[in-house]
């Protein structure tokens, strides 16, 4: 099943390789009960009910103005205002997309958010930059404190593991414990 990503879907936010090998992914796992991390403008959110219309994708946002400015809740089935190191141990699914998050937590908050998902989820899907790349911000939410490389993923069941733009970006997908 081959689909093109419409191109009003890709923003500036998006790196397009990563989206490419993200969207293969989905249609290769064919998700039926999606949750999307720190969705930002909904862009996941939109490339998944693009691929699989009937998928229910929740969104946890926990940025109020996030929500409201992206008008979210028109495009997720449910939205969840709240920070994932809060509500990870109530979640499970299909699949999680972390898409550019884990390197907005404390690297122990994201290891257990990480570890939490891959017990909860059959699939985790994590892009994200390599290593860690600081990122000065006005919004607290959105400054880099952490970063992943492919050793941290070890301790897991490795799927996929592919670097982009000059080995600065990853795409890393995870076979979760209920699979």
Not at 26 to 44: A, E, H, Q, W
Not at 103 to 130: C, G, M, Q, T, W
């Amino acid at each position: 099943m081959e689909i093109e990503l419409p191109k009003h879907f890709q923003t500036w936010k998006h790196n397009e390789v990563v989206n490419e090998d993200t969207m293969r992914q989905l249609l290769t796992l064919k998700p039926s009960r999606v949750i999307d991390v720190g969705v930002g403008d909904g862009f996941y959110g939109k490339l998944v009910k693009y691929c699989f219309p009937k998928t229910f994708v929740l969104a946890v946002e926990k940025r109020i103005d996030y929500i409201l400015n992206w008008k979210l809740d028109e495009i997720y089935d449910e939205v969840v205002c709240d920070d994932i190191v809060n509500v990870i141990d109530k979640l499970e699914g299909d699949l999680i997309i972390f898409g550019d998050v884990l390197e907005h937590l404390e690297k122990i908050d994201a290891v257990r958010v990480l570890s939490e998902a891959v017990k909860r989820f059959n699939y985790v899907l994590i892009n994200s930059p390599v290593g860690f790349q600081p990122q000065e911000h006005h919004l607290p939410e959105e400054i880099h404190r952490c970063g992943f490389d492919c050793e941290d993923f070890e301790d897991y069941q490795v799927m996929e593991f592919h670097t982009y733009c000059d080995g600065t970006m990853f795409n890393c997908l995870l076979l979760g414990e209920k699979k």
